[in-house]
């Protein structure tokens, strides 16, 4: 079974403090997401990584910036955290099917989710 | 740009009642259907997805879902809800020229009553 796992289930963090969310996917997927939820918006992306110390601007980039040293580890930083941060946070994670395959979209494996407050 | 839309917010249903979650999707290309539930607490876990071939899907728990092009539609069903059901379902849309992005909509909490 896939399995990814984020750093931490609760946190709570400052106005201005600098926020690192950890996420670690033991199936060596090349692609890796981070999401955030809130009530009534659903899944929104902030980034994403197709490779190590590749990534893309989701739809949400502002405010965040994401870190890919090692394939199996994507990291999603808050540099001065505010309250409009607070939030759900999802990782997941994903194949990179070939462009010349039958399928250009894989399952995406989730994370059990951050939820981060900042006061 | 690709986008999905569940009409309805909340659902209350009844225990052994039968369910239809509604899922519509806008995709310039072939899309690739999710659905995703997520219970209290929890992260998501797919319930079934649509590629290509055979447009009833089923998936886990008894779940199914038909795609339907005509009307840019991918509804999920079943035929009796159990209590354990009740949680927050996700339909997502991606696609060849997505690049392993997938589209999420709003969501849709289920309530069940006994």
């Known amino acids: 079974d896939v399995k990814v796992t984020q750093s931490s289930r609760y946190l709570v963090k400052r106005t201005g403090e600098k926020v690192f969310l950890e996420c670690v996917q033991d199936?060596?997927?090349?692609?890796m997401f981070w999401y955030r939820q809130d009530p009534g918006l659903g899944l929104r992306l902030i980034y994403f990584s197709y490779d190590v110390k590749m990534k893309e601007k989701g739809d949400i980039p502002e405010g965040y910036s994401v870190s890919r040293e090692k394939k199996e580890r994507f990291s999603l930083i808050l540099e001065s955290a505010s309250t409009n941060q607070t939030s759900m946070y999802l990782c997941a994670s994903s194949l990179w099917p070939p462009l010349w395959g039958p399928v250009c979209t894989d399952t995406q494996y989730f994370g059990p989710g951050t939820r981060l407050t900042v006061l | 740009a690709q986008s999905v839309t569940q009409p309805d917010i909340h659902i209350t249903v009844s225990e052994g009642a039968s369910l239809e979650l509604r899922c519509n999707y806008s995709y310039g290309a072939t899309p690739y259907l999710f659905w995703y539930v997520q219970s209290p607490g929890q992260g998501l876990q797919l319930l079934l997805k649509y590629f290509s071939g055979d447009t009833l899907v089923q998936g886990i728990k008894g779940f199914e879902a038909e795609f339907k092009r005509s009307q840019s539609s991918f509804n999920l069903r079943k035929p009796s809800v159990h209590w354990s059901d009740a949680a927050e379902y996700f339909c997502?849309?991606?696609?060849?020229?997505?690049?392993?992005?997938?589209?999420f909509g709003q969501g849709t909490i289920l309530t069940v009553h006994p």
């Open positions: 199936m060596d997927h090349e692609n």
């Open positions: 997502a849309v991606g696609g060849r020229t997505s690049y392993g992005k997938l589209t």
